[in-house]
Every structure is written in structure tokens, then in C-alpha cells.
């Protein structure tokens, strides 16, 4: 996985000392100005040593954490990537996760998956950094197996040549296939920065990855890959005396390297001081695209503070100014964005748009360069400072929620500051930037004649004569290093009967449920309230019967667009004036209607509840639907369709529901099409919300710091007041129809960089007894780096960045969906794979062992989910969509661990390849025939062709 940078944002924390901001406060009229309300960040609290050998260990302790963290940063990242072997350090994060002298190929991911645990890892220009989330009794293997990697790696051919493939394939599906994967990856990386360790992408190449030698891969890590090098973070429930033992026991011996560490002589880039202007074209791009780029500074800079401050004023929230000027507004783009990257030695600000459809790019431009002036010119108001300080402060107060979120913030910080205490120090620096401040940076980086401007076109407006990379920089690239060679002993994996064992786990730790409370209002709203930290904020979601399963015929998309709609412009306010009286509140508001339901939610801290409140109480009651605001939201959302179904992923999905369920409502594309969209009218929408959003079909569910009290007394001052309608709810007739013959599709979208493969059949009901088992045989098949897909078409094969499956949950029915992506070329081969996994899923018996670790990963995975607010309401939201019990929260573990290879198998017939739905999406020209020879009945669309408003998809 990459980083490409960090920003700004993402390094805000504390460390010794509670911190607070004032942030505005609503009085008990929901129209008044607002008053003021203390949002407080909990500290960080951490303790380091450093052992001899040069590893520092920050131990984290919170002995209300049901799990622990442990992560590794290297000091070594993208701007170390030898010369001409740019995406070098990436490459060796992929391989350094797979095998060692103990550990066979993949058994790294085994061990954490099997213990319910997960893990990842990145890289960044940076940084290297390896990470899991383990049940607390594993801690002592997830230390050993940290160790291994760092002392005992194997890197040989056949690990390399896979993860080379691979690699290659996350480049393709990140880069290549989604429009503007090469805006942001190549075109804008290659062009911030000049003579600059930071010019090259940390991805790389797929033509220098290819050069790249197994010598490569070991000489780079005697060359980076130390004790001296790392930093260990370990966040969350554990004794930190045994801790202490643990790391001395595994670590202490590792020794470091007697050639020191490779260290390029910095560059040192000229000032820019004329601009430039590039013109950049890719295949399937749906809208023009521009970007601004200017030099920035580096992490440590006293400046970043108010860059954030300026930042947050330009483009976080409806209420920004380019979301404001170039969105709302004019609309004249899609989106707009200003990003600080403040990374260790350097740093970059990139403005981008994306042109909205029939707008022209001048005009574009134009309108970001007046707001560039106007923050430059003029100083920003004292509302808008207080609401950036708010905006900043609450989104650190969400991050620290968890164990690993504040490791991470953490181990951001040690890597770009090389200073524990900069987070807390750059909160209260954004607390004293002033209106002075924020003009005087503006002034100071935003300079036009260092600024280098981007035009991002489809390949089909490329003229005659203008070569592919027409966008590549002019500036001489530096001459990076030739690591040397490595002299040590390679290792390799050594005969099992002489393998180490990973350390056996301690003792388990009781889990504690959630205490969860109902009560039903007298309009027939259902509260249910469950406590779940003590840090001060709290999420309210609200789940309302309905769904895109309610759009009447021709409008799909209806119950989308209702819900989008809501929230812009409630209450006597304006859309504008809701975003800033939000947003002033550090507050979130979103959401968005399913299959089967919608769902509105708002974040916010505990300190701006009642207000915020009061809000949601407008948004859900008294919604505008002002004709200017259906105006606005609609044509977003047709400029979001016209960028999703350029997508393969995407457009594969949409493809697959329509021919698995036709006509059925579960068959129409919930966000609806380019047609449909257009076609809805006010009245439509006001219809739906008269028929669906009312309190006896909905359901609030309250999250976070509140006792039950609290949120029972939260949902009666903000809903209590909903009048229930005296009609019955909408009854939704058959939303999945009939099961239909199996089909193979094919949509040919020509330019296409990589192919999107799906393959599905029919489940069960969610509340069906054969959902438990038939999840523990999707997992089986699908779920995590331990599933059939996994193996076979990535870990063996090299074929994929990840090979997955999953059952969806739907009232009517759902499907399990085996999905992945590849190159076109390996697209047929992909094919035979995914469902060779479905015959084995059916045919093979599956032992006892392998039923129990997968059960211990989904129940794992459940357990993470309940310990953050957030994924606590959406565990609750499901049970209140698909009719569950409460009493499943704690019984899900226990019908899940129920499964036997019994049960298994008899839930995993269902899985019949012969009746599964296929499609595929991609350049057909490099797969066509071979997937025609195996499935000679295959229908091939063109992509400009797909009629999705079709059951039939026009054909």
C-alpha cells in the first residue's frame, strides 16, 4: 500500500497537555447566532526508551482498549529509491511482509488473520512503516514476527518476481485505471517539485520495476533496513513491564549493519521564478481537470499552521471558499481542493478542479485565481478563523479514538518532525494563528511566478505530433544513489522440523459487549442508545425504511437525491448558512440511501450536541428542497455518474445487479443515471420524503460519550417533535424478483488500464439462519489475504493487487460477489480463477481448523468495529435495517462460531458457478477471445452502449 504524502492535517495531535478551543454554540432557537462551547482533545500519553542497538519503543498503554497496535517505521521511503528503480522502497514493503528464515511465503498474514488481527503496511516518500491490530494476548507473536522481518528476512527470486507482479498491478488499478489516477500520481508528482528528492513518484514505474534485480532488492535492505532505523509504536491493552521484557527479548540481539546507512547529497533546486504551463491527456477521462502547484515547506516549519488554518478556510467544507466560488456558486466544477503536503525536507500546495460538464476550463481557472487573489488581497473574516480552528481541532478529536489512530498520529509526527510533542505544539500554534498570519502565508507561498499549472484532457483531444508525456517536467531529474551491493549471507527459509515457532498466546482478556438501551418515543421513533468511549463526541445516524428499493419506475435514484438533498438547506437556513453553522461547530453531517434504507448522520463533539441537534431536527423535519439547491445537487450528481462509469470497478457493479436482478428494484442503479437524474422533479422528491421519512419508519441510533440518558434526552429534544404521519409506511412489493439464468457479460471500454472481473450468485436473507455459515465460507473463498481468491489469483499467480469476496446484506436478498482487477491481457485467465474458487468452495471439504480460523477472523473484525463509535452505529444499523434482534450485537460471535464443516458445506452449495453472473470490464481486445473460447454464450457492450436504465442494458 503507498502513502504518497503526508499533509498537515493528518500529523494534529497532543501529547502531555489537554487542549481546548472555543468553538461556537447554538442558543435554544435553532435560527440564533451561535454562542461559545469548549471542544477538548484528551492527551496523548506515551513513554519511549531507546535500546542499544538504536530501536526506539513508544509504549502506549490504555487499559480500556480492547485490542493492541503495533507498528514499525523505517526511515526509509520513495525519495530513497536507488537510481533509475523508482517505487524501490514500495516494492520492498511488499516484500519484506512475506517470508522469513521461520515464516513461510504469506504466513505473516495467517497468523494475524487467524488470531482475529489485522494488517497492512505503506509507503511514503518518507517513511516504510508495518502494522497489525491484534487481540492483547497475541502481542508477544506480533512482536516476534517484527522481529523476524527485521533480522531474519528471506528475499529470494520467487518472492520477488511475485511481488514485483503484484506491485504492478496495484500501479495499473490505483494509476491507470481510474481517470485521474495519472493527474494526481505522475502529472502532479512529477511537476511540484524540480531538482528534488521528492520529484519521482513513490510507485514508481512499471518500466523501471521492471528492471529492478533480486541484488536490488537484498543490497536495499542491509542498506536501510535496521534497528537503528526503526521506531516501534505499540498503542493500546498491555502490561507495559512485559512490554519491556519482549521487546529486549527479541529485539536487543538484532544488530545493525557495519556500513552505515546511504545518504544522497541533497540537491539543491533553484528558486522557481517563471511559471509554467503543461497539458496533460489519458484515455477515459469523462471531465477536464486542472491543478495548480506551488512550492511549499517542510513538516517542521513554524508556517504550517497557518497553512492549515488557510487550508481548512479554502477547501474543508460546504461552506469553503473554492467549494463555495467554483461549486455552489458558478458551478463551474464538480470539485475543488487546496492541499498543504508538508513532508520531512519539503513540501508542495496543489490547487485542483474538476470542470463541471459543459463548462469551460478558462473559466475554470479564472474563478480559482480570483480566490487565490482574494486570500492573498484581503483578510480572511474572524468567522471563518474560528471555524477553521474548530474544523482542525474536532477532526483530531476523531482520530484519537482508537489505540491505532493515535499511534499513528504519533508515528506521523516521529517521522516527519522527529519530535513527539509536535502535535500538541501545532494545535496550540493553530489556535494562535491570526487573521494576519493566514494573508501573510498566502503571500508568501501562493507567488505566481513559481507556480506551475496543469491541464488534465482525454486522450481523444490530443493533437496530432504531441507526445504522451507532454506533462513530464523540464527540470533536470537528480542522479540519485547506487546502493552497494550486499555482503551479507542471504537467508532462507528453513526445513519445518527446524522452524521456530511463533511465542503461544498469553492469557485472553474478557470482552466486555456494549451495553446497549432502547425506547421508543410517542411518535413512534425508535432510540437505541449504546455508550462507547469517553472521549467527548458522539454520532448520531438515523435509519429510515425505504431505500433506492422505493424509487418508483423511471426515477432511479429518487431516494438518493432525496437524501443529498435534505441536508442542503433546512430550517429557514440556507444551504451556506447550514455548512458554516456546522462546520463552526466541528460538526459532520452526511449520508446517503441504499438498497434498502437511507441513512443520515452527524459527528460531532459532545460540546456541540444539543446544537447540532437542533439541526438534524430541521434537516429530517423541515427540509427546503429549494428548486436552485435540486438544481445544483442534481447536476453533481450526473457529473459524478459520468466519472464513475468511466471507471471499470464501478461500472462492473452496476452492470452485475442489473443482470442478476432485471427489473427487480434491486436490478436499478440506486444512484441512478445520467437520465433518470435529469428527469427528477421537486415534486418527486417531496412525495418520497413525505412517504418514507417519517418517526415510525426510522430509527436514531445514538453513539459515543453519551450515557443512555443523555441520548435518549438528544433524541427527544432533536426528533421528539417529528409528527407521525396518519397513513401506513410504504410497503416495498418483491425488491430482488425472481432468480435469473446465469449470464456472462463483457463491456468493452477500449483504453481501458486494467480489466474489473466480478462473479455472483444469489444469498440468502441477512435474516436467515444460512447467513452465519455462508459467511464463514465466503470467508473461506474471499476474505482477507487468506482466502482462496487471495492465493490464487495474487499471492500464486501475481495477477492481481487483491482478490476478494463478500456477501451483501439485503432485505430482499443479497449477493456474494467474488471481485477483483487485472491487467486486460490476464483478464480471461482471472476469469477461469475466480470461478475455479467457486467450484472449490463446493466440492472441497474444508477442515475443522480452517473452519475455526476463519470464524476467529470474521469475529475479530466484528469486535474492532464495535470499538469505535462509528462502526458500534453501524453494527446497529444493520440489525435495525434487516429486522435483527439487539441481542445479535452479542449473539452474532456465537452463531458465527456455531459453524461446522457441516454447515459449511451445506451453505456453501449455493456458491454453483454454472449459475453465476460474470462481467467484465475492460479493453476486450486484449482478452475477447480467449474468454469467448471458454464461455462461448458471452454477450459483449460497448461501454458507450451500456443502457443501464434497461433491464436488459439495451440490448
Known sequence: MIRFRLTRVALLGASLSVLALAAPALAQTPASAPASAAIVVPPLVYTHRELANGLDVYAMPDATAGTVTVTLWYDVGGKDDPQGRSGFAHLFEHILSRKTVNLPYGQISTIVENVGGTRNASTSQDFTNYYETVPPQYLETILWTHAERMARPVVDQATFEAERSIVQEELRQRVLAPPYGRLGRFVIGDNAFDQSIYRRSVIGSLEELDTATLEDARAFHEAYYRPATATMIVSGAFDPARLDVWVDQYFAGIDNPDRPVPRLERPVSPPRTTPRQVVAYAPNVPLPAVALMYPGTDAADPDNAALDVMQAIL???????????????????????????????????????????????????????????????????????AEARTEILASDLRQRETASGRAFILGRALVAEHDPAAPDAHLRAVQAVTVADVQRVARKYLVDQARVSARYLDESQRPEGVPGDSWRNPAPMPVFLTVPPAIRTANALLPEDQRMAPPAPSEPRAATPPVIAERVLANGLRVIVARSTDLPIMNARLVIGGGAAGDPAGSAGLAQLTAALSSQGAGGRSAPEQARLLEALGADIGGGAGADSTTLFVSTPVASAQQVGAVLADVVQRPAFAAEELQRTRTRAINGQRVAMRQPGPLAAAVLDRIAYGDAAYGVPGDGTVESLASITRDQIVGYHNAFWRPDNAALIVTGAMSAEEGFAFAEQALGGWVRPAGPVPVIADRAGPVRPPRVVVVDMPGAGQAAVTAAVRAPLRSSDDWYPLSVANAVMGSGQSGYLFQEVRAKRGLSYGAYSSVGARVGGGLLTASTQTKNESAAEVVDLVLAQMTRLTAEPVSDTAVTDRETFITGGYSRALETTAGLGGVLAEAVQYGLPLTDIVGYPERIRATTPASLAAAAARVDPAQAYVVVVGDSAQFIEALRAAHPDLVMIPAAGVDLNSPTLGQ
Do not use: C, H
Request: aromatic share 4%.
Open 315 to 385: 477547501s474543508r467544507g460546504d461552506s469553503s471558499r473554492l467549494y463555495q466560488a467554483l461549486v455552489y456558486r458558478s458551478q463551474l466544477a464538480v470539485n475543488a481542493g487546496f492541499g498543504v503536503s508538508s513532508m520531512e525536507e519539503a513540501g508542495s500546495i496543489t490547487v485542483t478542479a474538476t470542470v463541471a460538464q459543459g463548462q469551460d476550463i478558462g473559466a475554470v481557472e479564472a474563478a480559482l485565481d480570483a480566490e487565490l487573489n482574494r486570500i492573498r488581497n484581503e483578510p480572511v473574516s474572524d468567522a471563518e478563523l
